[in-house]
DNA sequence: ATCCGGTACTTGAACGATCCAATCGTGCCT
DNA sequence: AGGCACGATTGGATCGTTCAAGTACCGGAT
């Protein structure tokens, strides 16, 4: 009550003024090394935080990022997200920033929500996820000259596939320590902030963070082609979904490349368990007009439908009267729970890291704002975003009992 | 740039002063109806919102309430987290607060983050979830005088089991609607604000909202007593933890209740299918010396060791020799989409309605803190948490093909 | 001796809201 | 008419920080 420390508290302690207690905080070269260890020591002692508040009021900048948390299954639903989450809340930390949530139902929803949280809490910026063609999300924002990142690219822009890590085999690091940057100083320097957000988005396209699914139902469909397995089929969505066309094309294009037809091995219906059972059920049963039999093997979109492709498997492959045919191959995606449970080999995405990612791409706006000479530097093994402002993560096959 | 809207644009633009619109805002009964109206007029315009960076600095309050975001399955976990997250946010929104989101693995570092989003971001209040029997954090934030709410009860205290809803009977309102109080005003009038946190905790308990996991364990024995079945088993976690202890009572207070003897009936294992499948085993396979066959169908602490249970369950049923035995049924805990995927049935925790209740018990301490006298009315049809400090929900029973 | 550039630090003025005490009607009662 | 109470409104001070400008000092070039 009577003593909130503040500043001047520090200052007073330390016999400087309270605007060298500030540069110990926030520019420390600028101090010189004796008194800014004794200014540091008065803080220590004194237990001294930045009120936020105060900070805020005079920048304008709040240290807070948001993030929608739908009702469920909105674009990546259930355990998911809260790995996506704990990935941002842990990935913001260290930098200072903190996650805010917020709801909406609806893009139009979503807007509004921008607002109130811009115009009360000055929110510094949003990531986004599922985002889809013809997002009014991002058109608002960029409008607005607001950061944000997207996890999930940027579906209007087609070409330009940059891909985040190297070479281009299937061995890939599994912990690829996106950011190891930002560790050093408590925060960044004092800059002159010109307030030309509409600058650092130029380009026309916001920097994003997806994960490769492509490569995932390829990766998928290769290994089963490698077990020995021809007639590989595919359960996936209904044509509409960007996502969704993404993961079939892996698959797609792993047939191609083995010279198998892909006429007669593929479903397309709602993501449901249900739906998925009717649909392998039906290409297992299919001997077309030349006596071709079914697929021996099933590429799902996703574990919901991988989970009904393996009851139908199970069936199909104990049915026919007690002699037990080769067993049928599922693979599903996302890596869920269930998957786990019923042990589903199945494509994992990179959750943590793509959260890093996120979190380094909208740091990167917010505190490097104007720094354009510093994108120059290539590669320089500092990590996987280096300097660039997209980044597509390969997903990882975690192989089971399944496929 | 220019023109930020502050509350001193809105005053000139509606001939009033400052404070008036303050007043407008936080305190309307004190304005002229007609002013009122036309300052609303001149916010609405202007598109006005106030700066929380500045209310914040001159009141203390951020209107930010802080939940834990742990790294997986710790306590709550995967779904169950993130539907408890969007619950929370939901709630929260219309009161005028916000979720915030913070990590922290082990309770000292959990406490070390509690200093920083106190000191530096003057957090009004925290949910804590997982809590235990021993847990420091209560008792740090108790001593501090924080607000805060638990999802858990409190385990120290064992006595006063006090029920949120009405009768004790198994119909239950599936849409309870929590706490439709709120909705009223946009803001609660200004208090004096005396600063007397610990007042507000006083009595020794802490507020809390909880699961009633023992009403959820009985409801689903006592639905396979009815459907015929004798010997219930269950599988539960270890001895230790008060969660698994409570999900046990229930099973077993049913089982007494209906006169059968519990032993040879139970099994203690970790949370893992694979354990939960060889409990399973273990159970149905047993034939005491008295020639009494195993359990006819299973109860589960939760969905994990019932989906292990399920597949010792198909085994059993169909291994005898051709002959399909009688099918063993199984009910598992949390209704995870785990169970909803392969049809389990399942107790559901009801998140949502839990959330809200965290959300108005801790808005009831941060906005109507010293309200003392209000706690006397008893239970006038307000909803729930009409005047409680505790409120322990019921579960559902979502009954799914497995039993 | 004067001027200069730079470093190290200090001082006053904002940011935008709320709180406090004082003021200004306005109606009512005596 | 005067006094009083009450409701509505006002100006000034304040929260804790950063920004912009200013002071003091030192070594070296003019």
Redesign the interface.
């Given at each position: 009550?009577a003593g909130r420390v503040t500043i001047a508290t520090v200052a007073h302690h330390a016999r400087v003024s309270r605007q060298t207690v500030s540069n110990v905080i926030n520019a420390p070269q600028l101090v010189r090394p004796e008194t800014r260890e004794r200014v540091r020591a008065a803080i220590e002692v004194l237990?001294y935080?930045?009120?936020?508040?105060?900070r805020?009021?005079r920048t304008g900048r709040?240290r807070?990022i948001a993030v929608r948390?739908?009702?469920?299954g909105d674009g990546i639903?259930?355990?998911v997200?809260?790995?996506f989450?704990?990935g941002?809340?842990?990935a913001a930390?260290p930098a200072g920033y903190?996650?805010?949530?917020?709801?909406a139902t609806g893009d139009d929803a979503e807007i509004a929500a921008y607002?109130?949280l811009l115009?009360?809490?000055?929110l510094d910026g949003f990531v986004l996820t599922g985002t889809h063609p013809g997002d009014a999300r991002t058109d608002w924002l960029a409008r607005r000259g607001v950061p944000f990142v997207t996890f999930g690219r940027n579906w209007e822009a087609q070409p330009e596939p940059v891909f985040g890590g190297g070479e281009h085999s299937p061995t890939q690091h599994s912990k690829a320590q996106p950011e190891p940057a930002f560790g050093g100083g408590e925060h960044s320097p004092t800059l002159n902030r010109e307030?030309q957000p509409e600058a650092v988005l130029g380009g026309g396209e916001h920097p994003w963070v997806d994960v490769d699914g492509a490569w995932g139902t390829r990766a998928a469909t290769e290994r089963l082609l490698a077990a020995g397995h021809r007639r590989v089929g595919f359960i996936g969505w209904p044509p509409g979904s960007a996502v969704g066309e993404d993961r079939r094309e892996g698959w797609a294009a792993a047939l191609r490349a083995a010279g198998v037809d892909l006429s007669g091995l593929e479903r397309r219906v709602d993501d449901r368990?249900a739906e998925g059972e009717r649909a392998a059920v039906d290409l297992l049963g299919t001997v077309d007009l030349l006596g071709t039999a079914g697929p021996s093997a099933l590429v799902c979109a996703s574990d919901?439908l991988a989970?009904g492709a393996l009851r139908a498997a199970t069936a199909h492959g104990t049915a026919p009267g007690g002699i037990a045919s080769p067993r049928i191959a599922v693979i599903g995606f996302d890596d869920?729970?269930?998957a786990q449970?019923?042990g589903l080999t199945s494509v994992s995405q990179p959750l943590t890291e793509a959260a890093a990612g996120c979190v380094a791409l909208l740091i990167r706006l917010l505190d490097g704002g104007d720094h354009d000479g510093d994108l120059d530097r290539e590669g320089e093994g500092e990590g996987d975003s280096g300097g660039r402002r997209h980044l597509l993560l390969r997903p990882r096959l975690v192989v089971r009992d399944s496929g």
């Open positions: 009550m237990g935080r930045v009120s936020q508040a105060a805020q009021m709040s807070l948390i739908g009702p469920a639903n259930g355990s997200l809260d790995r989450l704990h941002l809340t842990e930390a903190r996650v805010v949530l917020y709801t607002e109130e115009g009360a809490h000055d307030a368990v919901s989970l869920t729970p269930v449970a019923v």
